[in-house]
């Protein structure tokens, strides 16, 4: 089942995709929003409600907004990908936790929208992931247990502002978290449509080309072990988004540099969920960016 969060003339709303664009609106069936409903363990009654209910709107007809539009904690991985870790050519031991990240919901955008590139930078870069939406509250889970916390699984491409992302000496909070500039979706497909045990690959195309590809079965950190890891210090609720890490490839890493330019599109597909796809476009230039303040000196991630 694809479940989705959209606007339509202005209010939001969600739903169940229905065919490749047929829209099942579920707004009205007793539940604020798909995050509501997740809390709620609703998922199987809205199903089989929505098995008498027809398509009233098509993909055309609304603006796509991530999965959960507003989740209480959205936390990323950073470097899970095993050949990641090489390639910073440190020389670093493979890391025994997590490093992780906290994003907040205005910076990412739905399908569709235009992601956008701050004018006070030129280095916006993509970070294609697979991301988990937690849909029962839990602390302390063990890992065996992990996958009954998982409501579904949507594509992330984590954009990243990289010459921000190092203006702190110990987080890359910054630089994560300019609005716009990350999206997700174009859906959340529930985890019994998925075998917990079956790698899955994620891939990143920009402008049609293949940037990175990669397969879960590469991860340093498992989806289990990542949520047994964060629930020992943060309870994940109902809602909750984990954006698990970016395979080897994004832009920053090519020499020169490859960042994200407006009109670029960039797609992020993951087989079992579909194709996050969005079109770079310069933010509004509200203010000119020497009023804009900031660090003077800033080093690249």
């Not at 849909?135 to 699984?153: C, D, N, Q, T, Y």
Request: net charge negative; charged share 20%.
């Amino acid at each position: 089942m694809k479940l989705l969060s959209f606007e339509h003339r202005g209010h939001a709303r969600f739903g169940l995709l229905r065919g490749d664009d047929g829209i099942v609106d579920l707004s009205e069936l007793g539940y604020a929003s798909l995050r509501a409903a997740i809390a709620a363990q609703a998922l199987p009654e809205l199903a089989r409600r929505a098995a008498a209910l027809g398509v009233s709107l098509r993909l055309a007809d609304v603006r796509l907004l991530p999965p959960i539009p507003a989740p209480e904690k959205i936390i990323c991985v950073g470097v899970n990908y095993g050949n990641r870790n090489e390639e910073y050519k440190d020389g670093s031991a493979p890391p025994a936790y997590p490093s992780v990240f906290p994003r907040f919901p205005g910076s990412f955008v739905g399908h569709g929208q235009p992601l956008l590139r701050p004018r006070v930078s030129r280095q916006l870069d993509y970070e294609g992931e697979i991301a988990l939406i937690i849909g029962k509250r839990g602390r302390h889970i063990p890992a065996a247990e992990a996958w009954s916390h998982v409501a579904g699984l949507t594509c992330c491409n984590e954009g990243t502002v990289r010459d921000w992302v190092r203006h702190g000496k110990f987080n890359v909070t910054q630089g994560k978290n300019f609005d716009g500039s990350g999206s997700m979706g174009p859906w959340m497909a529930t985890a019994d449509e998925f075998d917990p045990t079956a790698p899955l690959t994620v891939t990143t195309r920009v402008n049609g080309e293949q940037r990175q590809h990669d397969t879960t079965a590469n991860l340093m950190f498992p989806f289990a072990e990542l949520i047994r890891y964060i629930s020992i210090w943060t309870t994940l609720e109902p809602g909750d988004v984990i954006s698990t890490g970016t395979p080897v490839g994004a832009g920053v890493r090519f020499d020169p540099p490859r960042f994200l330019e407006p009109g670029d599109v960039v797609e992020v597909e993951v087989p079992g969920i579909g194709t996050l796809s969005n079109t770079v476009a310069d933010e509004s230039a509200a203010e000119k960016p020497d009023q804009i303040k900031g660090p003077r000196t800033s080093h690249a991630q």
